[in-house]
């Protein structure tokens, strides 16, 4: 009897559950019909500017260098033209994302407010800008279903002289020449080169405004700095600005200089992330740092901090431009390191590849013994469980002692 009851029990139950799947098929495929109707597939509809979000990031870095007009008539067909073609041919080697260099100096390639227009797209850092690079740039690459990163030098002005004239609107020149005694150290005048200090919240705030000028008026899918923060050990780079902390800090509580320098620019590089998502919650911010973690935590980048606590950045990219062969931190080696930094779950690990050495004499000659280098790069990086690649740079790839490593490294991004 008790058998005749548990086949009928067994029997209800199967004709519950084909009777719920039924409901399923019809609930799904209503609401297939109506977001995603007869004819049009979800490729169609996805708009251009999220292109990419949900593939393996395959990006390559386009810095000022390659977008410079020098030898042109800084014009904006001169400039059209120079761009299309890093499109075309990112595009033809099948990369997802662009990161462009916006503010190389603190100047400005795009029409603003509070940098002066930078000296790639016009004769002298300050001359009107006679149309907009940042929204052509844009345009032009979500027209290709791209994505469409905004680089970012934070604290940088000018290095080695260059670029060799400031313009008078600069921060640089409006917080030296002030007489102000205040804001004259907002900035560092280091031998050769000058950087904004982010030792002050002022600065910080200046570099964060920028940020937010562009989210709010452009519409680029992320936001990536670079690893311009403090220059390595070098104590009297901030030296004034470390003794007015010091006499206002509490007795006994004061942090060294290397902690402190960090706490300011943990405090940039959150700040940055608050404004960024406060615009544009759906915007990503990055930073690309050097693949030695020591060297990281001499400039001030805590890596442990930004990779393991949500707040700080989306994703972090290590320039990886070493090899298997490098004597003294081999590829394996450093990506291991980085492979096991304790990292939240939404935050992505994204490896920058050198192709900028490929068949080059550098590195004691090691990137000449085969051309397969960065191919076995992104195979070991994709296996410690990278999220995706970037190349440094656009320029590289078309170099003739890059081409072969460079066949093979596309061949390996796209398999």
């Not at 004239?165 to 004259?184: G, H």
């Not at 931190?329 to 690990?349: C, E, G, H, Q, S």
């Not at 995706?388 to 740079?393: K, Q, S, V």
Request: aromatic share 14%; net charge neutral.
């Amino acid at each position: 009897m008790d058998d005749k009851k548990n086949k009928v029990k067994k029997y209800i139950l199967m004709k519950l559950f084909c009777l719920f799947m039924l409901m399923l098929s019809v609930l799904y495929s209503a609401a297939k019909e109506k977001f995603f109707p007869a004819g049009k597939s979800v490729s169609t509809i996805v708009s251009a500017s999220s292109a990419g979000k949900t593939e393996e990031m395959k990006a390559v870095w386009v810095p000022f260098m390659d977008l410079d007009l020098k030898g042109t008539d800084y014009s904006e067909r001169a400039f059209k033209e120079k761009f299309d073609k890093i499109v075309d041919d990112c595009k033809n080697l099948k990369l997802n994302t662009l990161i462009v260099h916006v503010r190389p100096f603190g100047d400005a390639m795009y029409l603003s407010k509070i940098f002066p227009s930078s000296h790639i797209a016009v004769e002298k850092q300050g001359d009107t800008l006679k149309f907009d690079p940042l929204k052509y740039m844009i345009e032009k690459t979500h027209s290709e279903n791209m994505q469409f990163h905004a680089w970012v030098n934070p604290l940088r002005i000018q290095i080695e002289n260059k670029p060799e004239f400031l313009a008078e609107n600069n921060p640089f020149n409006a917080w030296k020449n002030n007489m102000d005694p205040k804001t004259e150290n907002f900035v560092v005048d280091f031998g050769n080169e000058k950087y904004y200090n982010p030792g002050y919240a002022e600065v910080r705030k200046l570099i964060i405004d920028g940020v937010k000028e562009v989210v709010s008026n452009y519409d680029v899918d992320g936001i990536h700095f670079d690893d311009y923060f403090y220059t390595e050990n070098k104590p009297d780079f901030d030296a004034k600005c470390y003794s007015e902390y010091l006499n206002q800090a509490t007795p006994g509580e004061a942090l060294p200089l290397d902690k402190w320098r960090m706490a300011n620019i943990n405090a940039l590089v959150a700040g940055t992330y608050n404004a960024v998502k406060s615009i544009k919650s759906d915007v990503e911010f990055g930073i690309s740092l050097q693949c030695n973690m020591l060297k990281n935590a001499a400039i001030g980048a805590d890596i442990y901090s930004w990779c393991q606590y949500k707040g700080y950045v989306d994703y972090i990219c290590p320039q990886m431009y070493v090899n298997f062969e490098h004597w003294f931190l081999p590829f394996d080696t450093a990506m291991n390191a980085w492979k096991d930094v304790p990292r939240n779950k939404d935050i992505k690990l994204y490896c920058g590849l050198g192709v900028y050495k490929a068949g080059s004499d550098v590195d004691r000659g090691t990137w000449k013994n085969s051309n397969d280098i960065l191919q076995k790069e992104v195979e070991y990086a994709r296996k410690s469980g990278c999220d995706g690649f970037m190349l440094f740079c656009y320029g590289s790839l078309k170099l003739p002692q890059s081409q072969e490593e460079v066949n093979n490294v596309i061949k390996a991004l796209n398999s």
